[in-house]
């Protein structure tokens, strides 16, 4: 341990969860040109958003061929555009081993889980089972999830995360913030930040919000940008939904 380290530390560092969003891209084929072009196209519509973001290559639609898939020249137009690949998403053996030959992140595809790791049970706590013994049953609770209610300012910087349930918010969520939530997510004030609902991939979760003038909105990974919701729904009451794959922004009066 270094002499300036604090006194009673005994550990250079621990393991934690952390809630993060995240952007995908969903990658239909690939070729190198193509994809820059594309890419480079995007990000001149939001410059700031995108700016040193990480994400992931989905590659749950991929239909290309395996041999077109160059992830390092993927990760170095990323780099060039000031965007980060850590990791991809779904994919077959093949696609996955080449991503791991590429030191990336390998993530289960969209609506999987991870296999839980436990540790190995240690000798003295494994037991012989009893002929008579009978297998336990889950008893999974039906009780709904309770919403997260936040009743201060979401200010600049910070991230307001519902992992399971609705998030309802009774004040501004100012630029600069980000608010995510498994279900839906309710604003009482202007909308300002970035909202990202059914972050797990619930397409009818909504939006709800008294004064849409946010940077980014986001239902089930389908987004749109605050030059695309200028022309709809702009500084009044509005609910945004997906339908057909697009964020609809309706007015609540006319919801």
């Known amino acids: 341990m270094t002499d300036n380290a604090k006194a009673g530390v005994t550990q250079v560092f621990q393991l934690k969860s952390a809630s993060l969003s995240i952007t995908a891209i969903e990658l239909y084929f690939f070729d190198n040109d193509e994809f820059e072009a594309t890419l480079r196209d995007k990000i001149s519509q939001a410059p700031g958003f995108f700016k040193d973001i990480p994400v992931i290559i989905a590659l749950e639609k991929y239909e290309g061929l395996d041999s077109e898939l160059d992830f390092f020249k993927i990760i170095g137009i990323c780099r060039r555009h000031n965007m980060h690949v850590v990791g991809v998403r779904g994919g077959t053996d093949d696609q996955r081993r080449l991503a791991r030959g590429a030191a990336l992140a390998l993530l289960p595809a969209a609506g999987q889980k991870e296999p839980a790791r436990e540790p190995d049970p240690a ?15 889950e008893v999974k609770s039906s009780e709904a999830v309770p919403a997260r209610v936040v009743s201060q300012p979401v200010r600049s910087g910070q991230q ?15 630029a600069g913030a980000e608010v995510l939530a498994g279900g839906n997510i309710h604003v009482y004030g202007p ?7 059914g972050i797990h991939g619930a397409q009818n979760a909504r939006i709800f919000c008294q004064s849409l003038e946010a940077e980014l909105v986001s239902i089930a990974g389908h987004y749109k940008i605050s030059e695309d919701l200028q022309n709809d729904g702009w500084k009044s009451a509005v609910q945004i939904q997906q339908k057909d ?11």
Do not use: H, N
């Open 123 to 137: 000798p003295q706590q494994v037991q012989e089972a009893s002929p008579a013994a009978q297998p336990a049953v």
């Open 160 to 174: 307001v995360y519902a992992p399971e349930g609705d998030l309802i918010i009774l004040a501004p969520v100012q």
């Open 245 to 255: 794959d697009l964020l609809v922004v309706t007015p609540l009066d006319k919801a």
């Open 191 to 197: 909308l300002r930040g970035r909202a990202l609902a």
